[in-house]
């Protein structure tokens, strides 16, 4: 249903901009762009692929396991006489504590065989055991198991990818609303002016108002009509910097028309009634969700597999085999414990390196990796803290200073509309006028830009916890 609304929301954008600009502009929320983000962006597409590639590593290592079937053939004849003949398929399956079966079957014949083949048809079953090093872990469990934890680290990794990635993109979002604030601000400050410079002319021309008059309110409009221009010049540039973030479902990079326009519903929200849990909620939420946190703990994990593995180098090797042999293809039926002590292949290998150099060396290098990735943990941990602390207390303040801007505004319009009643009234100057609207006009552009720092603060927030997915 959701691959629908979006693939229908971008086809409607297509369907604007391909036809007559009379039509009315559509809307860009913030969570409809955040949408498209999560579901055609590529560093989207790339964090899942890592999970596909972590799963299809794992699926390969998993081969490790798998029985194999082998036949060997081997044979000579010279001279007219057939000097051997060996055929011998074998099938070999590994287990996961390290034992090894395997049964096979040998047609040896010839008039020189080895002195240690026997003639004819035979079969054997088998199994070897090592009883000291590999006996908990060897190095197909150990990859195995590091593969397992490969995919959980993928899946971290991913997670990190989306927080980032939504991070920039809400930021960039706002940014280019703000942007679009002051356009329309400015906008309609122009106008007024307009308006108020038509009056001031035609009250010239009945002799009412001084020259000077039309030049002031013709000074302040060609000065905001400046700033409209420099305005829209910096909403385009914000809106190619949102277009980085919009991609169609056929991996088309997509270039927005200037007939989007961001929703503007936010302006309605009342900052001053907007709560916030306290800061050691979006700490505990940090430690415990983090998807850098959560990236280290697979991290060490694997790190003490491999410790785990290069313990086995300070172990002596204590393998031992068994076989069952039989004369003909059929060992099971014949197998009695008389014929077992007369038909039978036993094995054992035992050795130990004298100065364990190399093992000593590589365990020490696998707990000092341990210990390396358990510093850098807390490092984050604390350079994490420290961000939503820091975040959290932009937040707060940002909502203050909402606060205090929303005041002085209010007061400087006050300003302003008396004034500009004064003015009309014959009791004030033009210059003063123009004066406190601009001064009204600039408290209300700041209070914009405070109001989109706040929301960008609130995702900020988000994404220092680690909770944009």
């Known amino acids: 249903m959701a691959q629908k609304i979006i693939s229908y929301f971008l086809f409607s954008i297509l369907w604007c901009t391909a036809t007559t600009q009379s039509l009315p502009d559509a809307v860009l929320t913030e969570q409809g762009f955040i949408t498209i983000v999560r579901s055609y962006h590529p560093v989207a597409k790339q964090a899942e692929l890592l999970v596909q590639k972590a799963?299809?590593?794992?699926?390969?290592?998993?081969?490790?396991?798998?029985?194999?079937?082998?036949?060997s053939n081997?044979?000579?004849?010279?001279?007219?006489?057939?000097?051997?003949?060996?055929?011998?398929?074998?099938?070999?399956?590994?287990?996961?504590?390290?034992?090894?079966?395997?049964?096979?079957?040998?047609?040896?014949?010839?008039?020189?065989?080895?002195?240690?083949?026997?003639?004819?048809?035979?079969?054997?079953?088998?199994?070897?055991?090592?009883?000291?090093?590999?006996?908990?872990?060897?190095?197909?469990?150990?990859?195995?198991?590091?593969?397992k934890q490969a995919v959980s680290l993928s899946q971290t990794e991913r997670l990190n990818l989306y927080n980032d990635l939504l991070f920039d993109a809400y930021a960039t979002y706002w940014a280019w609303v703000k942007e679009y604030q002051v356009y329309q601000l400015l906008t309609k400050s122009i106008e007024l002016n307009e308006a108020r410079y038509g009056l001031i002319v035609k009250s010239y021309q009945q002799g009412d108002r001084r020259a000077i008059d039309t030049t002031l309110a013709l000074s302040q409009l060609q000065n905001l009509q400046l700033q409209q221009l420099d305005a829209l010049m910096r909403f385009r540039s914000a809106g190619f910097e949102l277009s980085n973030y919009m991609w169609l479902p056929?991996?088309?990079?997509?270039?927005?028309?200037?007939?989007?326009?961001?929703?503007?519903?936010?302006?309605?929200?009342?900052?001053?009634?907007?709560?916030?849990?306290?800061?050691?909620?979006?700490?505990?939420?940090?430690?415990?969700?983090?998807?850098?946190?959560?990236?280290?703990?697979?991290?060490?994990?694997?790190?003490?597999?491999?410790r785990q593995l290069k313990f086995q180098s300070l172990l002596p090797?204590?393998?031992?085999?068994?076989?069952?042999?039989?004369?003909?293809?059929?060992?099971?039926?014949?197998?009695?414990?008389?014929?077992?002590?007369?038909?039978?292949?036993?094995?054992?290998?035992?050795?130990?390196?004298?100065?364990?150099?190399?093992g000593r060396g590589d365990y020490a290098a696998a707990k000092i990796k341990i210990q390396e990735t358990g510093l850098s943990r807390s490092q984050v941990q604390l350079q994490i803290e420290n961000k939503v602390k820091d975040y959290y207390t932009e937040t707060l303040l940002l909502k203050k200073q909402v606060a205090a801007a929303q005041a002085k505004y209010k007061n400087d319009v006050q300003v302003f509309t008396a004034f500009e009643k004064l003015f009309r009234m014959g009791e004030a100057e033009l210059f003063?006028?123009?004066?406190?609207?601009?001064?009204?006009?600039?408290?209300?552009?700041?209070?914009?830009?405070?109001?989109t720092k706040f929301f960008k603060s609130v995702i900020a927030l988000q994404w220092a916890s680690g909770q944009l997915r």
């Open 55 to 71: 799963r299809a590593d794992l699926r390969a290592t998993r081969g490790a396991f798998d029985p194999a079937f082998y036949i």
């Open 74 to 147: 081997s044979q000579k004849t010279f001279d007219g006489k057939n000097y051997y003949s060996y055929t011998n398929p074998e099938l070999k399956i590994p287990t996961w504590y390290g034992i090894e079966l395997k049964a096979g079957l040998e047609n040896n014949k010839g008039s020189l065989l080895n002195s240690e083949s026997t003639d004819g048809k035979t079969s054997y079953a088998g199994v070897q055991v090592p009883l000291a090093k590999n006996l908990l872990i060897d190095k197909r469990r150990a990859a195995l198991q590091q593969a």
């Open 250 to 306: 056929n991996q088309q990079p997509y270039n927005m028309p200037e007939t989007i326009l961001p929703d503007s519903a936010f302006n309605a929200v009342t900052i001053d009634n907007y709560q916030l849990e306290p800061v050691t909620n979006y700490i505990t939420v940090a430690m415990a969700q983090h998807p850098k946190l959560q990236s280290f703990t697979y991290k060490l994990n694997m790190l003490e597999i491999e």
């Open 317 to 358: 090797t204590l393998d031992v085999s068994a076989n069952v042999l039989n004369k003909g293809y059929d060992v099971v039926k014949s197998a009695d414990w008389n014929y077992l002590q007369q038909n039978n292949k036993f094995g054992i290998t035992l050795g130990m390196p004298l100065i364990l150099r190399q």
């Open 432 to 451: 003063l006028v123009n004066q406190f609207e601009n001064t009204a006009l600039s408290s209300l552009q700041k209070l914009t830009e405070l109001k």
